[in-house]
């Protein structure tokens, strides 16, 4: 059974599609391109462009350009070879930048997968990178820890259930109904909904989750360096501090410029939404202050 994606719901997206080699990843822009650095944008794990549709608002609104794409074969991107580890999201990454002609440098963002990837971009791409602001992100050292390398195991065999399940259409009315977990404007919203639906998406989410121990090897070659700003932007109380929240905190300690937040009453996934987007962006202001930017 094919889980390619039909024509109408290729069609039916906000952004555009970008050759990067044969194949075609799928942007949303935002905010006025100016002498500002552009800030990109790392979806997490199940995740796509559409997960930053309010913070691209209102880094937009403090006249800051972003970009936000799906990753290949998740969302509205046609798929890569294989294997989906770090090094090869990376190269996509590169290689869709260059074909914007956006030479840097940037600001990454990345949410909890997310910021293994950006992690990795950083130390391979270092002269293109202002700072890093890491949001709810997962780093190397959680499949090192006992109970964070159980989640991820766990994660895994769940993806390749709803891989499975999603050839058959079950993905479909879950989509419909839980798609949006963020709280994004209608419109991102019902386009996250039918990509949640879709099964190519189920898919390729889960050959990324396979590849995570890898990606997390890859971007554990190497630290942030001391003097990179690095904002660290962390769902729920400052009183709640659990092993999680110290492994998500150490990047920011260990830089001279860094920055940490918790965010009460925020989740992993609303973090991005409409009520405590705010924070994401003052992470990304504090990485451009830092620079003078």
Known sequence: MSVAPSKAERASHRGELIDVGGRRLRIVRAGRPSARPTIVLEHGAFGCAS????????????????????????????????????????????????????????????????????????????????????????????????????????????????????????????????????????????????????ASHALWAAEEVRQWKATSDQARAADFPSAMPIAVITAGAENTITALKEIQSVPALASRNGYIEHVAGAGHASLLGRRFADPVVRGVEHVLATVRR
């Open 51 to 198: 997960d930053w549709a309010v913070v691209q608002a209102r880094l937009a609104a403090k006249g800051l350009a972003s970009v936000a794409y799906d990753r290949a074969g998740l969302g509205h991107s046609e798929p890569g070879p294989k294997p989906r580890d770090g090094q090869a999201i990376v190269a996509d990454l590169a290689t869709l930048l260059r074909a914007l002609d956006e030479a840097g440098p940037f600001v990454l963002v990345g949410h909890s997968m997310g910021g293994l990837m950006v992690r990795l971009y950083a130390l391979t791409h270092p002269k293109q990178i202002l700072g890093v602001v890491l949001v709810d992100a997962v780093t190397p050292d959680v499949v090192t820890h006992a109970l964070g390398s159980k989640g991820v195991s766990a994660f895994s065999k769940l993806l390749d259930l709803v891989s499975h399940g999603a050839r058959f259409g079950m993905m479909r009315p879950v989509g419909a109904l839980a798609g949006d977990r963020i709280g994004l404007p209608p419109e991102a919203s019902a386009e996250k909904r039918r990509i949640h639906g879709l």
